[in-house]
């Protein structure tokens, strides 16, 4: 995405809401970018990347293109996975791997379902939000927060709030000033005006964390 876009963004957000526009000036720039990965390998990180950290989720990744031998880049230069040699992977090597066992269990859930639905990933990126929350989330093991970082981090949809996740749950208590965790239906009336925007607003949410952090090292 362009620097244009996201001044444009930037602009939208701040003139619109008080608190975002405080979170931006102290953030700066937003570098949020679709990170590149084909449909199924993206997949397979957001399965890692559940419940996690994203520090944790880097290195569990890590680990099984390691035990995959070395995976071939994809158009991005990052690591492709391939469904066919993902699917030989025993228990002990998931294991090896850092991957639990219920993501043990959905891993092999996608990868049934891909192999039954050879149509359905490469016509992800044209189907919209809702068509895309719609087919992934029949497969057991994925569900709306998993979707919502496929679309928000792979695909660079421009208008993703992701209402499950814990940590913009505690940036928008944080930022808000609330008095307990706000629930899906708060966070949604908060973020009517970052919309259509909501993507950029959740990185700033993030990133927000990021700045108290840091600032409370500094002291």
Request: glycine share 6%; aromatic share 6%.
């Amino acid at each position: 995405m362009s620097t244009t876009y996201y001044k444009k963004v930037r602009k939208h957000l701040s003139g619109n809401c008080p608190v975002m526009k405080r979170i931006i000036d102290r953030v700066g720039p937003c570098t949020l970018t679709p990170n590149g990965d084909d449909p199924f390998t993206l997949l397979v990180r957001c399965v890692i990347s559940q419940q996690i950290s994203t520090k944790a989720a880097k290195s569990i990744y890590g680990r099984l293109v390691a035990a995959l031998n070395g995976t071939p880049e994809g158009e991005s230069g990052a690591p492709t996975i391939p469904i066919a040699e993902l699917a030989k992977l025993t228990e002990a090597e998931y294991k090896a791997c850092g991957i639990s066992g219920p993501k043990q269990r959905t891993m092999r859930a996608v990868i049934d379902h891909v192999k039954a639905h050879p149509d359905l990933l490469p016509s992800i990126p044209d189907l919209d939000d809702d068509a895309v929350r719609e087919q992934l989330t029949v497969i057991k093991g994925i569900g709306p927060w998993t979707v919502d970082m496929y679309l928000l981090f792979g695909l660079g949809r421009a208008d993703v709030l992701a209402v499950g996740d814990y940590a913009i749950k505690v940036a928008v208590k944080n930022q808000f000033n609330l008095r307990k965790m706000p629930d899906a239906a708060k966070m949604t009336k908060l973020a009517k005006p970052w919309a259509p925007y909501r993507s950029v607003a959740s990185w700033y949410l993030w990133r927000s964390l990021d700045a108290v952090k840091t600032e409370k090292e500094g002291t």
